[in-house]
């Protein structure tokens, strides 16, 4: 090809570049931005609250965190939490969920309703020669601020939307929504909507009404069927837009190539539906999400295997419409000045691994990077790094064995959720695959939610864990060197 001989020089300069950029964050005092994300229930508030009550406990206990190199090569000095200062996110309640889930009665903090920030400073000593010499020359230590951005996993299936017409999402919408257990759990909703027809006259009562059983169905398909695909996200965390009348709208039936009239209950419902995707969608896109480095992704994946067949195949279809939302691509100097941001680094974690025996938890990992697909997505990534791994953010169980048929098998116990006393638990078997449909008649699992463990709010000891220092290494360990 024409262009092949520059391109190890390109190459060259946006290393040579690249590294000059990061010596000077280093002497400056660099921030990374690490969003976190999640479907409902996926662990994200518990996990941010572990990750930084274990970083914070990483200089008094350094067992807490092996498998992150500042740690285990003694390079870390100092970590605090960054006074929250002029920051325009609402602070993330790290005090509060610690003190939660280190009460008398411990108690699993409240889940993400918006987004939310804090930040993280760490001082260590650089480890590469370049930062060394820095080191020596500034007579100080390198230090870097761990930006944490936390927001709802349902706000990334809104993403697609901004492709799509009203009409067009109508159509979609309910399709899907007619089928299986979908049909079921939207009954009321789609009887509703059978009475009303898009070229009527607008009505904001009709509207309303629709709105208000389409995200009963959404909270209800969530909640009791465990589905996941649920659009648009922001009726099911709303945050401070749970009262702003655009969000009144819903799915409506609209026939190919038909104009929606003015004056119409369809032309009145695709207007706030325009509205939702300008004011809230593609906002949060230029805003927040286009600027993200680093993303990790937590997926329960035990949770969508107890619930069945089609909230599985939701789940699927939910982290589809996911990585579809991130740019691939490098984030080297170049890169970002002819191409804009791009993810650099993207950890799906497969969450609540402590309930499931050791030897099982691998199973999680090769079953979610299954399901995402990854070999296809690596393949069509140029340079972003993509990882999958099995992480506990709080360990609630221990191994044990039992026997069982005269067999013994290994076991978790802990204690479930409303009970007052341990038990052990046989959890099965965790399929590497996406199960066949002829095996769904029997469940896969039995799993339940256990009690947090009595934890020290004192950033000391830290919070036993699985795999956090492994996914911390992953996302920032190159700008911890």
């Known amino acids: 090809m024409a262009t092949t001989w520059y391109a190890p ?22 921030t990374v931005n690490l969003a976190v994300t999640g479907l409902s229930r996926s662990g994200k508030t518990v996990f941010i609250t572990s990750l930084i009550h274990n970083i914070l406990s990483a200089v008094h206990n ?11 090569s003694n390079r870390l000095m100092g970590t605090w939490l960054e006074d929250a200062g002029a920051n325009r996110l609402p602070r993330f309640r790290y005090q509060d969920n610690i003190e939660a889930m280190a009460a008398g009665a411990p108690l699993w903090p409240a889940g993400t309703d918006d987004l939310r920030e804090i930040g993280i400073e760490m001082r260590f000593q650089p480890a590469t020669a370049p930062g060394k010499l820095l080191s020596e020359i500034s007579g100080t230590p390198a230090t870097i601020t761990i930006r944490i951005v936390d927001y709802p996993g349902e706000w990334l299936l809104d993403l697609p939307l901004l492709a799509q017409s009203y009409a067009e999402w109508s159509r979609a919408t309910l399709r899907l929504y007619r089928r299986g257990i979908r049909a079921e759990a939207a009954s009321e909703f789609l009887s509703f909507m059978g009475q009303h027809r898009h070229d009527e006259p607008a009505s904001d009562e009709v509207a309303k009404q629709a709105h208000d059983l389409y995200r009963a169905f959404l909270i209800k398909a969530r909640d009791a069927y465990g589905l ?8 099911l965390c709303p945050g401070t837009l749970a009262d702003a009348p655009f969000l009144w709208f819903a799915p409506i039936d609209v026939p190919d190539n038909t104009h929606l009239a003015p004056n119409t209950l369809g032309a009145l419902m695709q207007e706030r539906y325009d ?11 230029e805003d927040h999400f286009r600027w993200f480095s680093r993303q990790i992704v937590l997926v329960d994946v035990l ?53 499931v025996p050791d030897v099982q938890r691998d ?12 070999p296809a997505i690596e393949a069509k990534s140029s340079s972003a790094r993509f990882d999958v791994m099995p992480i506990a953010s709080v360990i609630s169980t221990v191994e044990d064995t039992q026997e069982i048929d005269g067999q013994r098998v290994q076991v978790v116990v802990g204690r479930p959720v409303g009970s007052d006393k341990q038990a052990k638990f046989f959890v099965g078997t965790v399929p590497i695959r996406p199960p066949r449909p002829d095996t769904w008649n029997a469940p896969f699992l039995n799993v339940p939610v256990f009690e947090p463990p009595v934890i020290d709010s004192s950033p ?12 911390l290494e992953f996302l920032v360990g190159d700008r911890l060197r």
């Open 363 to 374: 199973h999680l990992a090769e079953l979610l990077r299954s399901m995402a697909a990854f």
């Open 303 to 355: 949770r969508a295997l107890l619930a069945g067949r089609e909230a599985f195949e939701d789940q699927r279809l939910a982290l589809e419409s996911i990585l579809q939302s991130f740019r691939y691509g490098s984030g080297s100097l170049f890169s970002k000045l002819l191409w804009g941001p791009h993810i650099d680094r993207v950890l799906f974690a497969a969450t609540k691994a402590d309930h």
């Open 9 to 30: 020089y390109v190459a060259k300069a946006s290393g040579w570049l690249s590294d000059a950029v990061n010596l000077a964050d280093m002497a400056q005092g660099s």
């Open 460 to 471: 000391v000891d830290g919070v036993a864990h699985i795999n956090l220092d492994r996914a």
């Open 228 to 235: 996941s695909h649920l659009q648009p996200g922001r009726f």
């Open 62 to 72: 350094p067992n807490r965190m092996p498998l992150l190199n500042v740690v285990a």
């Open 275 to 285: 509205t939702y995707k300008r004011e809230v969608v593609a906002r949060f896109y």
